[in-house]
């Protein structure tokens, strides 16, 4: 299994601002992926983060607006730029370990001024 | 990924047993079952799962179908605790998890 944590667990933040959110893992893991959760919603799939290159955007995301990286095999961070209302949602940090299942940190609610 | 199906909302008496069901009737021969939670505005929580065969662990089991086009996620004795959304997604070993919008679970004492 693995521990994922992140940080900030909330924050409250102006419109046109940026906010970047931290994700650690206990372990070294093969996959990690950013999601997001609005109001009353599912969650949805943002990106893959890849360790090493560029992370694989779901359709309907795109990198300007959430830029992503992983430096190593346990951190990976996720940035929600040029905020706005619209925004406002929990964002989850997920991993997958080596022939295992995927795991989910405890997210970071954002809400947007 | 193959799509699923489950109803909106179910209630269960506190002690009972919960069935949820899920249908999956696209699935093919290489996806597995998963089954999550998630408790309010916590992040989801692995539960179980399975290929072809019955699952059982200290949480729950899974009993898949013989023809694996549907399964259903049985909680043997329910708590207040076991109140929230479930979650029961089809995809292969190595791919990444796509969320429906679930079962809403409410236990009622």
């Known amino acids: 299994s693995a521990v994922i944590s992140q940080k900030p667990s909330r924050d409250i933040c102006q419109r046109g601002t940026s906010l970047t959110i931290q994700c650690q893992v206990d372990?070294?893991?093969?996959?990690m992926f950013w999601y997001r959760q609005q109001p009353g919603q599912s969650l949805t799939l943002i990106a893959t983060?890849?360790?090493?290159?560029?992370?694989?955007?779901e359709s309907g995301f795109v990198i300007d607006k959430f830029p992503i990286s992983r430096p190593n095999l346990t951190f990976s961070t996720l940035t929600v730029s040029n905020m706005s209302p619209e925004d406002s949602s929990i964002y989850l940090c997920?991993?997958?370990?080596?022939?295992?299942?995927?795991?989910f940190g405890p997210g970071t609610r954002l809400t947007v001024l | 990924d193959a799509k699923t199906t489950q109803p909106p909302s179910m209630d269960c008496a506190e002690g009972r047993a919960a069935n949820l069901p899920c249908n999956h009737s696209?699935?093919?021969?290489?996806?597995?079952v998963y089954w999550y939670r998630q408790i309010h505005s916590q992040g989801p929580q692995y539960i179980i799962h399975?290929?072809?065969n019955n699952e059982t662990n200290e949480m729950a089991s899974l009993i898949i179908t013989e023809d694996r086009k549907s399964s259903t996620l049985i909680l043997p004795h329910a708590t207040l605790r076991d109140t929230a959304v479930y979650y029961c997604?089809?995809?292969?070993?190595?791919?990444?998890?796509?969320f429906g919008q679930g079962t809403r679970l409410t236990i009622n004492p």
């Open positions: 997920s991993a997958r370990p080596l022939a295992d299942t995927q795991y």
């Open positions: 372990s070294q893991v093969t996959m």
């Open positions: 997604i089809v995809s292969q070993g190595a791919q990444k998890l796509v």
């Open positions: 696209t699935i093919s021969g290489n996806e597995y």
């Open positions: 399975g290929l072809k």
């Open positions: 983060a890849n360790q090493g290159s560029e992370a694989t955007y």
